[in-house]
């Protein structure tokens, strides 16, 4: 299906939620909170209109984001239900450029494609594309809209997660007034935004702790100290006694150093090592993703280069210095 504008997706995608009476909803892989925040507000709506949805997605995800209301119910496979594609009038894409991001196979079938990056693959039977939404959750509570479902504390929970935690809670550069209208909304129908920063933010296991010890002692300056780089190994895992969940967020310590522009967490991955970035406003880090097949938006992005952490670093830095290359720092 050809592109729509954001706001005839979002009619298109309540029309189909109107229409059938069985959904899925998935997300990426290693899901953060955007994702699985997205999936669940999604989840509570369709719930409300008496119909079925189901969450589903490959990867656990951190300790933190197991409080939000229907997190428990969230389903953690490695396949998609059997009945899949035929008993279902939709499955949604939640925050996936590519539907490879999800881990599942879920071409061919009604896919529905939710999503605010840069590079969208636009491979849904409905895309809704929209790069201004601070988050999918917002967009979420946008397509709401045409559905007129009261959102309850429960589903206002959710989406203030998916936005608070994709925009930095209210610091990166994609926190407009959209953003702030958004969070209004949410809070007036139930979300605590103090109860939430607290289990997000200051209520990490202590193993997450422990392996952010580890990271930080690899940490490494470059360009005069406008990129920093951090490794995290397995045996780093082992040794702190973490889960892959315990990772999240750990790539923003490089940014949060005076003068770096640009941060980047160099992971040992299957085929090579999975590279996280995170950029200061004026470096587009997005394009640098693109080029080994990952993507994100230009201030957070990811990919995969097929080579050991040393030669990635090696292959990755110099892309980084043109990147910053009369960028000035604040």
């Keep these: 299906m050809s592109e729509l504008t954001p706001e005839a997706a979002a009619l298109a995608v309540a029309e189909r939620i109107r229409s059938g009476s069985r959904f899925l909803i998935t997300s990426h892989r290693n899901p953060d909170g955007d994702a699985i925040g997205s999936a669940l507000a999604l989840q509570g709506i369709i719930r409300k ?42 499955l949604f894409t939640m925050e996936c450029p590519e539907h490879e991001r999800t881990g599942f196979p879920v071409l061919p079938g009604p896919v529905i494609n939710i999503d605010h990056h840069l590079g969208n693959k636009l491979y849904g039977e409905v895309n809704f594309l929209d790069l201004d939404a601070p988050s999918v959750g917002e967009m979420v509570l946008r397509m709401n809209r045409h559905l007129g479902v009261e959102i309850d504390a429960d589903i206002a929970t959710a989406m203030y997660v998916s936005l608070a935690t994709d925009t930095g809670f209210f610091r990166y550069s994609n926190t407009t007034m959209r953003a702030f209208e958004g969070a209004q909304e949410m809070i007036r129908a139930g979300a605590d935004p103090a109860e939430i920063s607290l289990w997000i933010n200051e209520s990490l296991p202590l193993s997450s702790i422990r392996l952010l010890g580890l990271c930080l002692n690899t940490l490494k300056m470059h360009d005069g100290g406008r990129i920093a780089t951090m490794e995290l190994t397995d045996a780093f895992f082992a040794e702190a006694q973490a889960s892959k969940e315990d990772s999240e967020g750990v790539v923003n310590y490089g940014r949060m150093i005076d003068g770096v522009l640009v941060a980047a967490m160099l992971k040992e991955a299957d085929g090579g090592t999975r590279v996280s970035m995170r950029a200061k406003p004026g470096v587009d880090v997005q394009k640098i993703a693109a080029s080994f097949g990952g993507g994100g938006h230009k201030a957070a992005a990811g990919c995969l280069i097929p080579l050991p952490i040393d030669g990635a670093r090696a292959t990755l830095v110099p892309l980084l210095e043109a990147a910053v290359k009369g960028v000035a720092t604040s």
């Design 49 to 90: 209109l008496g119909k079925s949805a189901e969450v589903i997605v490959r990867d656990d995800f951190g300790k933190p984001l197991h409080r939000m209301p229907g997190a428990d119910g969230v389903v953690i496979s490695d396949s998609l239900p059997a009945d899949y594609p035929d008993a279902y009038d939709a």
